[in-house]
T-cell receptor, first 112, second 114 residues
């Protein structure tokens, strides 16, 4: 069975640009969460989607947005990139169970 | 306030020895879950072990065990018989109530020496 897949694995963007990151959850998982992990720190929660609806949002500016599609895949968009947005972006999927978060390998975003 | 505190930024352990990673948490919810993840240099977050707040027994998964002390709000991870492949960053995380969000600690780097 395929795990959580994220694309692209790496990308480099210039300040002010926009970026879209993609995530495909494990088959049967209806929930997708996004986390930002700055180098040397623990992941910080950005968004959680369940059945295409936003269920939670972390303390991130409106430049960050996300959506979930009917097939439960998800996109994270970041506008007007800043140097501080450079991080590993992790996607996690879960089923209706109260535990069982599976993470993808992440997308390493570098803003120059 | 920090929900998860990991006070050990880095630890060295000899191969085949056991190592304990500390984690304390802060929540007012009666229902919560505690997780430990391993993150190798490749970046992926690998689930190791889970402990629910109502679980009476300490969780164990192979060489991993969780020393859950509810009154002290601590959930320490014990890795027995360390292997070179255990060298990685380890994160403690908590989910509160019905919230799907995980709150992570700052992590502990473990280096296993041959």
């Amino acid at each position: 069975d395929a795990g959580v897949t994220q694309s692209p694995t790496h990308l480099i963007k210039t300040r002010g640009q926009q970026v879209t990151l993609r995530c495909s959850p494990i088959s049967g998982h209806k929930s997708v969460s996004w986390y930002q992990q700055v180098l040397g720190q623990g992941p910080q929660f950005i968004f959680q989607y369940y059945e295409k609806e936003e269920r939670g949002r972390g303390n991130f500016p409106d430049r960050f947005s996300a959506r979930q599609f009917p097939n439960y895949s998800s996109e994270l968009n970041v506008n007007a990139l800043l140097l501080g947005d450079s991080a590993l972006y992790l996607c996690a999927s879960s089923s209706d169970r109260l535990y069982g978060y599976t993470f993808g390998s992440g997308t390493r975003l570098t803003v120059v | 306030a920090q929900k998860i505190t990991q006070t050990q930024p880095g630890m060295f352990v000899q191969e085949k020895e056991a190592v304990t990673l500390d984690c304390t948490y802060d929540t007012s919810d009666q229902s919560y879950g505690l997780f430990w993840y391993k993150q190798p240099s490749s970046g992926e977050m690998i689930f190791l072990i889970y402990q629910g707040s109502y679980d009476e027994q300490n969780a164990t998964e192979g060489r991993y065990s969780l020393n859950f002390q509810k009154a002290r709000k601590s959930a320490n991870l014990v890795i027995s018989a360390s292997q070179l492949g255990d060298s990685a960053m380890y994160f403690c995380a908590m989910r509160e109530g019905r919230d799907y969000k995980l709150s992570f600690g700052a992590g502990t780097t473990v280096t296993v020496r041959a």
